[in-house]
């Protein structure tokens, strides 16, 4: 696998408890009219807000995809071991090319820090940081 051509369009991670909401949500996309929306949790199990960002963060985005590898992780990650309870989590990037990028896990996940520094990223363009 190699990192796709195209310019990132989309992009959205999850986490979810077996038995609760999300714990974890951020998404950013490019709309119709060239504006740029992310949806993103300013706190675990809060409510999701939605705000316009400059259209530099795909950019940036697509830049920490790349960095940390992101491209090349598992379609799916599951742990050695049964749990019962725990959490699962998905990752998905749309590019203007076509090409998307999909993983995800059930109590399981990649090692390195894209997950995180990817969500970290997002949640900051709500803080009004960046």
């Known amino acids: 696998p190699k990192m796709p051509e195209g310019e990132l369009v989309k992009v959205e991670y999850m986490e979810y ?28 199990y809060g409510d999701i807000i939605e705000k316009k960002v400059k259209a530099e963060v795909l950019k940036d985005l697509r830049d920490i995809i790349r960095e940390h590898k992101m491209y090349l992780y598992k379609q799916s990650y599951q742990p050695s071991f049964e749990v019962l309870d725990g959490y699962s989590w998905s ?19 990649p090692g390195g820090d894209g997950l995180r520094m990817l969500r970290d990223y997002v949640r900051e363009l709500v803080t009004d940081s960046k």
Request: aromatic share 8%.
């Open 17 to 44: 408890g077996t038995m609760a909401g999300y714990q974890d949500y951020a998404a950013v996309e490019l709309q119709e009219d060239g504006t740029v929306v992310v949806k993103t949790l300013k706190e675990c």
């Open 91 to 109: 990752f998905s990037a749309t590019f203007s090319d076509g090409q998307t990028l999909s993983s995800g896990g059930s109590n399981a996940g």
